[in-house]
């Protein structure tokens, strides 16, 4: 397995996929599965577009064929929102497949330490959450206009950066919380 984006996104698909395999919905079944929801979901973050609208845009240029239905910003956000709860299942899920229980360090670290601190302090911890989130993830330009919105877009950086981790894991990259091989 590689760190290319097209790769970390189809793992994530067959993985949700997978998970969501006996689950029944009432009704017409959706045009964009949820599988494909959240997937669209994690690029988005992954490639930094802050924009719905753009996003949906240039997403047929950007990964032709990857979706075979691509809904309109309205619906797209709604069923965002909608979502939530699956996208934090999905977070748990991805995270439970990794060995990050286990790790010394469960925070993302991006925060340079200056020389002669060699134990983080509860300050540099939230200082180190908060760089990542906004400075990688693009937190602060999130968009949302409603506490729901703005819920789901933290929840949407925070599975593309799960998503991220555990792959990197998976294929054995030397530094599992790095996002470099995956935003461009």
């Keep these: 397995m590689t760190t290319d984006l097209n790769t970390l996104l189809a793992a994530l698909y067959v993985k949700i996929d997978d998970h969501l395999a006996g689950r029944r919905r009432l009704g017409r079944p959706p045009k964009l599965t949820d599988a494909e929801l959240v997937t669209l979901a994690a690029a988005q973050a992954l490639l930094g577009f802050t924009s719905e609208a753009r996003w949906l845009r240039l997403l047929p240029v950007r990964m032709s064929g990857a979706f075979r239905y691509l809904p309109g910003q309205s619906g797209y956000n ?12 999905v977070m748990r899920w991805l995270a439970a497949d990794t060995d990050l229980r286990t790790d010394a360090t469960w925070i993302v670290d991006s925060t340079p330490v200056e020389c002669g601190r060699s134990r983080p302090t509860i300050r540099q911890l939230i200082e180190s959450v908060n760089d990542t989130l906004k400075g990688q993830l ?5 968009g ?3 506490i729901e919105g703005v819920g789901v877009r933290i929840a949407q950086r925070l599975l593309a950066l799960t998503a ?8 054995c990259q030397p530094t599992t919380r790095s996002l470099t091989a995956y935003d461009h």
């Design 138 to 142: 693009n937190l602060e330009r999130h």
């Design 164 to 171: 991220a981790i555990r792959h990197n894991r998976a294929t």
């Design 144 to 146: 949302g206009r409603t």
């Design 78 to 89: 709604r069923r965002l929102r909608a979502a939530l709860p699956l996208s934090k299942h």
